[in-house]
């Protein structure tokens, strides 16, 4: 019986600790990852500005090949 009574008072602990980190750190994680999926915003756009200049760029290598 001891060892079943030690064996709860553990579950219950660990259940307090569990219950503890997700009230007290889930949401400073949450807003972390967050922050994190917006600062990406600006790698999507320097991609998209250099992929139109490297293809304006040989397009216009291209037309100026043509006319010469």
């Known amino acids: 019986m001891t060892n079943d009574t030690q ?4 579950i219950i602990r660990l ?3 569990v219950d503890e980190i997700l009230r007290n750190h889930l949401p400073h994680i949450l ?3 967050a922050q994190i999926k917006t600062d990406v915003g600006w790698l999507k756009r320097f991609f ?5 200049a490297s293809i304006g760029s040989l397009i216009g290598a291209i037309i100026n090949l043509a006319v010469k």
Not at 7 to 10: E, S, Y
Not at 48 to 52: G, M, N, R, S
């Open 48 to 52: 998209w500005v250099i992929t139109t």
């Open 7 to 10: 064996q709860d008072d553990k």
């Open 15 to 17: 259940e307090s600790d």
């Open 31 to 33: 807003a972390s990852i």
